[in-house]
Nanobody
Framework: VQLQASGGGMVQAGGSQRLSCATS????????MGWFRQAPGKERAFAAG????????YYEDSVKGRFTISRDNAKNTVYLLMNSLKPEDTAVYYC?????????????????WGQGTLVTVSS
């Protein structure tokens, strides 16, 4: 599945930003979709995931209650709405696809990450 993340930019702390990830290639609805992020000087890490139907969502603890992942299978697009942003949310955000959430959250998960989209949160 080929992915293109967009929607990043600079935002003040406490603000909101919505990221989008458009897909092409294989059937979008067959895949669990997710967002990862890589902060400066840190490893890339899982942030949020959503099941193929959209009925189940998964979040890393630091973003629970602030971030919402959603998907539109008709548009082959997954979204990440980020509210109450903090400076520590500053990172390059990437989207990814996998056959299962267990695979996506596994320590050995790898992907053709692409360029990602940079979100910078100023204090």
């Amino acid at each position: 599945v080929q992915l293109q993340a967009s929607g990043g930019g600079m935002v003040q702390a406490g603000g909101s930003q919505r990221l989008s990830c458009a897909t092409s290639g294989r059937t979008f609805s067959d895949y669990v979709m997710g967002w990862f992020r890589q902060a400066p000087g840190k490893e890339r890490a899982f942030a949020a995931g959503i099941s193929w139907s959209g009925s189940n969502t998964y979040y890393e603890d630091s973003v629970k209650g602030r971030f919402t992942i959603s998907r539109d299978n008709a548009k082959n697009t997954v979204y990440l709405l980020m509210n109450s942003l903090k400076p520590e949310d500053t990172a390059v955000y990437y989207c990814a696809a996998a056959r299962s959430i267990a695979t996506m959250r596994g320590s050995g998960f790898s992907y053709s990450w692409g360029q990602g989209t940079l979100v910078t949160v100023s204090s």
